[in-house]
């Protein structure tokens, strides 16, 4: 028979996909709203994996049910924050076709350019292509690198024009808040590199 926190979890997952579930007389900005919420809510009470992706899973079905209808301009700034996480938690697969929606909400200027710029550096990360903006790092030899910049001379440049700060303001205030990751950025690192190191 399982530990009884595992039985606990299970049945807290439950209750976070029937409530996520239990909305479809809600606006489209008030489901968003609500993935939003279940999205953080399994981050700050889960550390099992399996867990946390099978809410993910739970959250990408209930989006396809209304993501037809959705138009930034009608909903609130977190539900389009919600879109953003959920579609940012989902695999490739799922994400590429739609895409085209995190770049409508950035174009009508309804979501914030770091989620913009993390988005698109995100899709660049899993098809192990350099990233635009400076925004995804991984693991390595106890370190946090940087992942490669395409035409990394720009890449400040780049940043600017969406309103963010340079990447090393980026990197120097991210290791203000979690000094214990190291970040490291090591302009001659390469994805071969990486890949070889792997």
Known sequence: MPPTYIIMKK?????????????????VSQRLERLFDVDQQIRK????????????SVNRAVLKE???DYNPDSCSAKANKGLYLVLSHS?????????HLIEKAWQKKRLEAIYYASFQDGIRFDQLEPQI??????????K??????????????RRAALGLPTEQAYIDELSKRHPEWNYTWDRTLTIETILNTQ
Do not use: H
């Open 144 to 157: 946090t690198y940087l992942w490669p910049v395409a035409d990394i001379d720009k890449l400040d440049e």
């Open 11 to 27: 049945i807290v997952l439950s209750l976070f996909a029937l409530a996520a579930l239990n909305c479809s007389a809600q606006s």
């Open 91 to 99: 695999p490739l697969a799922f994400r590429l076709p739609m895409a």
């Open 66 to 68: 209304f993501v037809a």
């Open 133 to 142: 903006y400076g925004t995804q790092f991984m693991e390595m030899n106890e």
């Open 45 to 56: 009470t889960e550390t099992v994996d399996s867990l946390i992706e099978a809410q993910d």
